[in-house]
């Protein structure tokens, strides 16, 4: 995975997240919900990364159906990230209002 072009940012970001919520002192049950969040996204872009290892391998040439299966593990990916991302919006709000 490391060799992986998505997932040295998302590492990178993991790390990020660790000490934003460090310095923001949120709660336990944020950070536990930070863990949540943030494992299954490295899971999906392990799963993404070998369905596009599958697909480019099986049908080199461009398919609708080869796209198709790209997409949609890039949209779980996204939707992954995007979870993890209002957790720290909402960790944001919760620091900066106090």
């Given at each position: ?19 934003a ?7 336990a049950?944020?950070r ?12 999906m ?17 461009m ?36």
């Open positions: 995975m490391a060799k992986e072009a998505a997932f040295r940012p998302e590492a990178l970001a993991g790390v990020r997240l660790v000490v919520y460090a310095v923001m002192e949120v709660t049950a944020i536990l919900s930070a863990a949540v969040l943030y494992l299954p996204l490295i899971a872009e392990a799963v993404n990364t070998a369905i596009e290892e599958i697909i480019d391998h099986i049908s080199p040439e398919s609708d159906t080869g796209k198709h299966a790209k997409d949609l593990g890039s949209l779980a990916v996204f939707c992954l990230i995007s979870a993890n991302s209002i957790l720290l919006h909402y960790a944001l709000s919760l620091h900066l209002t106090v």
